[in-house]
């Protein structure tokens, strides 16, 4: 088995739950008019399929889509991830050194009904610089503010479940000096879970991303875990600060060597700390 004991795993799917924080489940269901939709750039496709595909059946969802992401550690992950695509494939060169946002961008213009959407009055803005989700929030905001969209209502973040929660941070950090901020609501569209196999191998039960593409993807949270040496200085220059609820650990947490880490990332008091 991998550094991970079997034990650890309901510790392990808590995290992932806390730091998906959803808040709104899915797109396809929601009903009010959103005034911001932010997908952030990331490799899991799914997350994108479901922003396009709730779009497609109701045109009138949101006002102002903003599709964000410039060309980060994480972007080859995306390439690949287009060339493994049953349908997306056929575009993979043409993908091939592109921000992560004008990938999405393309998919969304070469896969989905724009003309449908479109009629809607829909505004889309696409961010190509930013590299991680504090720069998300940073240029986001820029461009809306560009574009005159100053003073939304309500700005929905659909991110990679694992830096849901950052992310949400790093906007609400943004926008910190606005008389009247925006309400932020987060839609992961899904949460990862880990299981344990009956040969005792750890395995990705997700609905929707490739498995073994996603446990890659996200490998460093369950490094997190696994290996609590050398982690404080990256945590520490991640700093956004973003009150947190209570959460229960677990007695096992409680005791593990490994909850340092996690006192990095959250606290069982409702505090503000670094996420």
């Not at 269901?29 to 496709?45: A, P, R």
């Not at 993979?92 to 592109?98: C, K, M, P, V």
Request: hydrophobic share 40%.
């Amino acid at each position: 088995m991998s550094n991970l004991e079997a034990s650890h795993i309901n510790s392990i799917n808590a995290i992932a739950n806390f730091l998906a924080h959803v808040e709104i489940p899915s797109l396809s269901s929601y009903k009010s008019q959103i005034d911001v939709i932010v997908l952030c750039g990331n490799s899991i496709l799914p997350i994108a399929d479901h922003v396009f595909s709730a779009l497609e059946a109701n045109p009138r969802l949101v006002k102002c889509l903003v599709i964000c992401g410039g060309i980060g550690h994480s972007t080859g992950y995306l390439y690949e991830a287009v060339g493994a695509h049953a349908k997306y494939r056929s575009r993979a060169d043409d993908i091939q050194g592109l921000p992560e946002a004008r990938v999405l961008e393309l998919i969304r213009t070469k896969f989905y009904d724009v003309a449908k959407v479109s009629g809607s009055g829909l505004k889309v803005i696409i961010e190509d610089q930013s590299t991680n989700c504090g720069a998300n929030a940073i240029e986001t905001r820029r461009v809306l503010d560009a574009a005159g969209i100053t003073s939304p209502e309500q700005i929905v973040i659909v991110q990679d479940p694992t830096m849901s929660l950052r992310t949400r941070a790093a906007f609400q950090k943004v926008y910190a000096d606005h008389t009247d901020p925006p309400r932020f609501e987060t839609c992961p569209t899904f949460i990862p879970k880990l299981t344990v196999s009956d040969s005792g191998e750890v395995q990705y039960d997700i609905a929707g991303p490739d498995p073994k593409d996603y446990g890659r993807r996200t490998g460093s949270w369950i490094s997190l875990w696994a290996r609590s040496h050398g982690c404080g200085t990256y945590l520490k220059a991640m700093v956004l600060v973003a009150r947190v609820s209570s959460f229960t650990l677990t007695s096992q947490m409680r005791s593990s060597r490994h909850l340092r880490i996690w006192r990095a990332l959250w606290s069982t008091e409702d505090d503000l700390l670094p996420v």
